[in-house]
Structure formats: C-alpha cells, structure tokens
C-alpha cells in the first residue's frame, strides 16, 4: 500500500518567513514527486514538480527530495499571506499509467 | 487556451441514485485521471483514460464506471449512490504520463 504523509498543521509563520513543508512515502520505487497548492474550496493547483535528487527552485518556491530519505520537502521564502492554503504532496510511481498518490495536506496559515 | 473544465459544478442526489460527471481537457492533453476528494482529505484516485481506455483503476468498486471519447473527453459514472460517495470529483488532465492538470471540480451531495 503506497503511503504519503504529511503534518496536517496547521502550520503558522509569519509573512517575509520561510514556510517549510514536509513529506514522507512509503514507495521505494516511486520515481515523480508534485506539490499542488488548495485553496478552500478550490481545486489543487500543480506549483512545483521533481524527478531527481536535490534541490529544483522556481521563483519563491524551492523543492527538495532526498530519495534515500524518502523524504520531500518544499520552502516557500517571502511568505505572503496569499499563501495561506492546503499544500498536498503527491507521489507517482515508475513510468507508465499510474495515478498520482496524495498525502492529507499542510494547512499553512501566513500571518501579517 | 481552455484549461480543465467540468460540469456541473455541484449536484444533488438520492442514495441509490445514478450520477454522470463530465470533463473536457486541457487543450493538447490525451489523458485524462479522475479522483475523488472527502473534506480535509487528499484527493484519491479513481481511475486514468488513455486512448479510449481504462488505463489503471484505484481502490474503487464497480459502481464507478468511466468513458474517454475520441476527442478525449471523459465521463466518470457513478451507480448506487451511497451517502459516503458526497464528495468533490476532481478531473486531471495530462499529456501521456507528464504532470497532471485539475479542473474545477464536482461537488457531489448525496441525501
């Protein structure tokens, strides 16, 4: 059974801070690793994607994975309160058909 | 350039109801993956169409059904309403197995 988990929060920082958000999975063989942004009542929103180890950074947002670890994370400098929002991480095994592997999200609220 | 939409927005039905959700992709997408998301949940997936076809199915049973048409929309279909099938539906769309683009959603009530 493929696992993703991440800290439900919620996570509070205030804004100009760095937010860091955490994820583990469970699926070795897991090859593709998204973060997507919700806002309530919205839908997920793809920001940021990484397929190798390191560090990948776009704009204010920077991922991380560490596929020894398991381990991906994603920093968000300057944090702005438009922010604030459900981070879901989710995993996508080997190439061919699969479907994406979400965690429950981080609630991350910026404070002015 | 449209990107994901769907219809409806939101619908209601009765336990033991029938339901179809639509899904029209993103402009140069070919694949389409449906996922159902409870309140302060994760999105789980339901099923991906390529080509016309079932590509791969998650934990779901049989009552949830889907099409992919030739222009490679799709149709999630849903028999037997039960009141734990409420839900947002979501629908991503993909070029082949590349990242994967969410529309708007379904809210689905079921009473």
């Known amino acids: 059974q493929k696992e993703v988990e991440q800290n439900s929060g919620p996570l509070s920082v205030p804004e100009g801070a760095i937010a860091s958000l955490n994820c583990t999975y469970s699926?070795?063989?897991?090859?593709?690793f998204f973060w997507y942004r919700q806002y309530s009542g919205k839908s997920p929103e793809l920001i940021m994607s990484?397929?190798?180890?390191g560090d990948k950074e776009d704009g204010r947002f920077t991922a991380q994975l560490n596929k020894a670890s398991q381990y991906v994370s994603l920093l968000i400098r300057d944090s702005q309160p438009s922010d604030s929002a459900t981070y879901l991480c989710a995993v996508k095994s080997g190439g061919g058909a699969d479907g994406l592997t979400f965690g429950k999200g981080t609630h991350l609220i910026i404070q002015p | 350039d449209a990107g994901v939409t769907q219809s409806p927005t939101h619908l209601i039905k009765t336990r033991g109801q029938q339901v179809t959700l639509r899904c029209s992709p993103k402009s140069g997408h070919d694949t389409v993956s449906w996922y159902q998301q409870a309140l302060g949940q994760g999105p789980q997936f339901i099923f991906q169409?390529?080509?016309?076809?079932?590509?791969q199915r998650g934990n779901f049973p049989d009552r949830f059904s889907g099409h992919q048409f030739p222009n490679y929309s799709s149709e999630l279909n849903v028999n037997a309403l039960l009141l734990g099938d409420s839900a947002l539906y979501l629908c991503a769309s993909s070029l082949e197995d590349n990242e994967q683009f969410f529309g708007p959603g379904t809210r689905l009530t079921v009473l």
């Open positions: 990484i397929y190798s180890n």
């Open positions: 699926d070795r063989v897991s090859q593709s």
């Open positions: 169409y390529y080509e016309e076809e079932e590509r």
